[in-house]
């Protein structure tokens, strides 16, 4: 079992920035590939970014290229997104998820672990 907990979430001005963090505790967690996804209301779940367990590979959707960063603390066991360039289509509930996955993936179904999810708000 893996449990997560996200935080960091907030209300920022476009353009400007805020940093996810995830805390997860329970087993394994160094093995676990991570990934942030982000539902808006009234829209399905989508996928954000991505790490491998390593952390030395990413992935990101096109919408967030560029402007926002994951990265990965197995010492610390967890997980974290900085966003920067915040746009207002960026706001939503952002989820960690973790998964016992060899590969990244932007499936909402491939990943077992899911947070409760924080709220971003960005104003225009």
């Known amino acids: 079992q893996v449990q997560l907990v996200e935080s960091g979430g907030g209300l920022v001005q476009a353009g400007g920035s805020l940093r996810l963090s995830c805390a997860a505790s329970?087993?394994?967690?160094?093995?676990?590939?991570m990934a942030w996804f982000r539902q808006a209301p009234g829209k399905e779940r989508e996928f954000v970014s991505a790490?491998?367990?390593?952390?030395?590979?990413?992935y990101y959707a096109d919408s967030v290229k560029g402007r926002f960063t994951i990265s990965k603390d197995n010492a610390k066991n967890s997980v974290s997104l900085q966003m920067s360039g915040l746009k207002p289509e960026d706001t939503a509930v952002y989820y960690c998820?973790?998964?016992?996955?060899?590969?990244?993936?932007?499936?909402?179904?491939?990943?077992?672990?899911w947070g409760q999810g924080t709220q971003v708000t960005v104003s225009s």
């Open positions: 790490i491998n367990w390593g952390g030395g590979t990413t």
């Open positions: 329970g087993r394994t967690f160094s093995s676990h590939a």
């Open positions: 998820a973790a998964g016992s996955l060899n590969y990244l993936s932007d499936y909402v179904g491939s990943y077992a672990y």
